[in-house]
C-alpha cells in the first residue's frame, strides 16, 4: 500500500525555522516526483514546492521562495521541507504528495502554527 | 499563473440527485486538469485526472469532462458519503501548480 506519513510541524515563533518530514512507502520512492502542498484553516489548497525524483530539480511558489527549501534522501524514502523566517500567513497544515502528473497520493498532514 | 476558478462555492443538494460542479481556467490548460475531494479533518483525494479519467478506486457515479478553459465533475447520484469539498486543479502549466478556491456540497 503506498502511504505518506509528514511529520515535525508544531508551534513556531516569527521569523522561526521548522523542518517538516514526509515518510514514504509503498512505492519506488526515487521514482517520483515529490510536492508539498499545505492549507491554511478553513482556506482551500496552495501548492508549495516540488522536487524531481533525483532531487536535481526543485520548485517554490512565490509566497516560500528563498524562505523555504525542499529536499529528498532516496535512501532513506523520506522528503523534506526546510522552512526558514517563518510568518503567520504560513500556518496551514501543510501535506506532501506523490506527483504523477497530478497529486495522486496524499499523507495525512501536518500542522504549523507561527504565532507569538 | 493559470487562474483557476469553481462554481458554485456552495451547493445544497440533496442524496439521490444528480450534480454538476464547474471549473474554469484563466486559459487553455488542454486536458490537463484533476479533480480533488476533500472531507472535512482529512486530506484530499484523487478523484479524477486527465479531465475524465477515474483514478483508481473512483466508483462510477464520479466522471469529468471538458477540456482547454471548461470543466464539470459530475456525480450521477449524490449519496451521503460524497458530501464534501471538491477542487479542481491544473497542471498544464507550471510552476505554479493552480487550484480552484473549491465547492462544497452541502446536504439540502
Known amino acids: 500500500e503506498v502511504q505518506l506519513l509528514e511529520s515535525g510541524g508544531g508551534l513556531v515563533q516569527p521569523g522561526g525555522s521548522l523542518r517538516l518530514s514526509c515518510a514514504a512507502s509503498g512505492f519506488t520512492f526515487s521514482s517520483y516526483a515529490m510536492s508539498w502542498v499545505r492549507q491554511a484553516p478553513g482556506k482551500g489548497l496552495e501548492w508549495v514546492s516540488t522536487?524531481?525524483?533525483?532531487?536535481?530539480?526543485?520548485y517554490f511558489a512565490d509566497s516560500v521562495k528563498g524562505r523555504f527549501t525542499i529536499s529528498r534522501d532516496n535512501s532513506r524514502n523520506t522528503l523534506y521541507l526546510q522552512m526558514n523566517s517563518l510568518r503567520a500567513e504560513d500556518t496551514a497544515v501543510y501535506y506532501c504528495?506523490?506527483?504523477?502528473?497530478?497529486?495522486?497520493?496524499w499523507g495525512q498532514g501536518t500542522m504549523v502554527a507561527v504565532s507569538s | 499563473e493559470i487562474v483557476m476558478t469553481q462554481s458554485p462555492a456552495t451547493l445544497s443538494v440533496s442524496p439521490g440527485e444528480r450534480v454538476t460542479l464547474s471549473c474554469r481556467a484563466s486559459?487553455?490548460?488542454?486536458?490537463?486538469l484533476g479533480w480533488y475531494q476533500q472531507k472535512p479533518g482529512q486530506a484530499p483525494r484523487l478523484l479524477i485526472y486527465g479531465a475524465s479519467t477515474r483514478a483508481t478506486g473512483i466508483p462510477a457515479r464520479f466522471s469529468g469532462s471538458g477540456s482547454g478553459t471548461e470543466f464539470t465533475l459530475t456525480i450521477s447520484s449524490l449519496q451521503s458519503e460524497d458530501f464534501a469539498v471538491y477542487y479542481c486543479q491544473q497542471y498544464n502549466n507550471w510552476p505554479p501548480y493552480t487550484f480552484g478556491q473549491g465547492t462544497k456540497l452541502e446536504i439540502k
Open positions: 504528495a506523490k506527483v504523477q502528473y497530478v497529486f495522486d497520493v
Open positions: 522536487i524531481g525524483g533525483s532531487g536535481g530539480t526543485t
Open positions: 486559459q487553455s490548460v488542454s486536458s490537463n
